[in-house]
């Protein structure tokens, strides 16, 4: 007895068919059940009588697709996966093997392909968490969203870098990228900065409680309870100057957007760098620019409002993305910053500055400016170009430091003075016996 597989609309097909040959329905009635022609069911009426039910199940069974890609494309393509292209997602491979080898292949293919081999996903899929969505800014220019990830960028290869990033949340676009140690003033001063020159001043920037941008201490000045409010940070004192408002997420969700982009990137530009050899963070850097090109015609989408509502920079913007000090003129007319000293030149009718308190701006090249009622009184060039922006002290806390680790280092003393006497072994005691 042959035993053969059937569907279920064979088995449909088969039962109507017999019907029909014992003549309980008509040719018909028949055709008109199975969506033929009564040619086509007068056919398959043919077929029954000659070779039994098998006869009725489709003739490409068992056979090889037509569409099948070639033994050796296969081989190819599971070869690349596992060398030249290993650790890419299913995506971004088949971009590869259409843009660089020419193999015009869908995700689905790449996708089987990588099951036939037996390579799990790059990441596998989560089960989804019921979330609010925010629905996007409307217009370029109303929002940017900005974050870090610090991860393995150059893998083996290199260091451990922080990636610093800017993106437009009405449109997805990258604004800029730039490597650092660590998320620090001067990497998202640089980054701002190169924003505010390419595309021009936000409405807003929306990103996490960093204390490069918001003040997590609970520490009043007493400058500050008398003013009712606290200073805000450097980079919160520079977006305040420019009208740009700050928005602080409470959660890595609130901003998801440039959350999964961190996913994103640390999947595709993790893998181009390692695909271009890239072993430093200079060639790192140098390698954003030309990625971002790439990126944004793929992931970017139009703003559901136009126009864009960005904003012309001032054109002193590189003296409002600075540090501001204010500091006291020596009685030699200079002025302390740190281990930098500024000498003031002297007024018309040679009178001096002494003891006049003075704005210092510490811009993000390096350089010094003092200001006075908003006129500048001296410049110092940048000490060079390894310069880093980090906040400085005041002169007050830096005495104030200077005599709490003075009191330290007597207490310490004190102790080691104390625990040495009671260290030193008892000498020999001399009775001392009066005379008579």
């Known amino acids: 007895m042959e035993t053969f597989t059937m569907s279920r609309k064979e088995l449909l097909r088969a039962g109507l068919v017999k019907a029909a040959l ?60 596992t060398t030249v292209y290993a650790g890419f997602n299913d995506v971004h491979l088949a971009e590869k093997l259409r843009e660089v080898e020419h193999l015009p292949l869908s995700r689905e293919s790449v996708r089987r392909l990588r099951l036939a081999a037996g390579r799990p ?30 991860f393995a960028w150059l893998e083996d290869r ?56 918001v003040r997590n201490d609970r520490h009043w000045t007493l400058e500050e309870q008398l003013a009712g409010e606290r200073h805000p940070t450097h980079l919160g004192r520079m977006f305040q100057a420019l009208g740009i408002s700050y928005i602080s997420a409470h959660s890595p969700q609130a901003k998801g957007r440039i959350e999964r982009l961190w996913a994103t990137l640390q999947d595709r530009l993790a893998s181009e760098l390692r ?18 090109a790439d990126f944004n ?12 509502v960005w904003r012309r920079p001032p054109r002193d913007l590189a003296l ?25 030149p002297s007024r018309a009718h040679g009178r001096g500055y002494a003891g006049l308190r003075v704005e210092v701006r510490e811009l993000l090249d390096g350089r010094l400016v003092v200001l006075h009622d908003g006129r500048v009184l001296a ?25 709490q680790r003075q009191a330290t280092a007597m207490r310490e003393a004190l102790t080691d003075l104390a625990r040495a006497e009671k260290k030193r072994p008892a000498g020999p005691t001399t009775d001392v016996t009066p005379a008579e």
């Open 22 to 81: 014992a003549g309980r329905i008509t040719n018909r009635q028949g055709a008109t059940s199975l969506r033929l022609s009564v040619r086509q069911f007068q056919r398959l009426k043919r077929r029954l009588e000659t070779g039994g039910a098998a006869a009725l199940r489709h003739q490409s069974r068992g056979q090889p697709s037509a569409h099948r890609l070639p033994a050796a494309l296969c081989t190819k393509v599971t070869n690349l996966m």
């Open 297 to 308: 015609p793929r992931f970017a989408h139009p703003p559901a409002m136009t126009p864009a």
């Open 379 to 403: 410049t110092q060039p940048s000490p060079g170009p390894d310069f880093v922006l980090t906040p400085r002290r005041s002169p007050s806390s830096e005495r104030q430091g200077h005599r």
């Open 158 to 213: 290199g260091p451990r870098l922080t990636l610093l990033g800017a993106i437009e949340d009405a449109t997805g676009q990258i604004l800029a990228l730039t490597f650092r140690e660590a998320e620090d003033l001067h990497g998202y001063t640089a980054l701002f900065s190169e924003v505010f020159t390419t595309h021009g001043l936000p409405l807003a920037v929306y990103g996490d409680r960093l204390n490069v941008f």
């Open 275 to 292: 695909l271009r050899g890239i072993k430093t963070p200079a060639g790192a850097e140098a390698y954003l620019p030309e990625f971002i």
């Open 320 to 344: 409002v993305l600075s540090c501001r000090y204010t500091r006291a003129v020596a009685r030699d007319h200079t002025i302390r910053l740190g281990e930098r000293r500024v000498q003031l």
């Open 121 to 150: 996903a790059q990441r596998p899929r989560r089960a989804p968490r019921y979330r609010r969505r925010r629905t996007p800014a409307a217009a370029a220019g109303a929002l940017v969203q900005t974050d870090g990830s610090p």
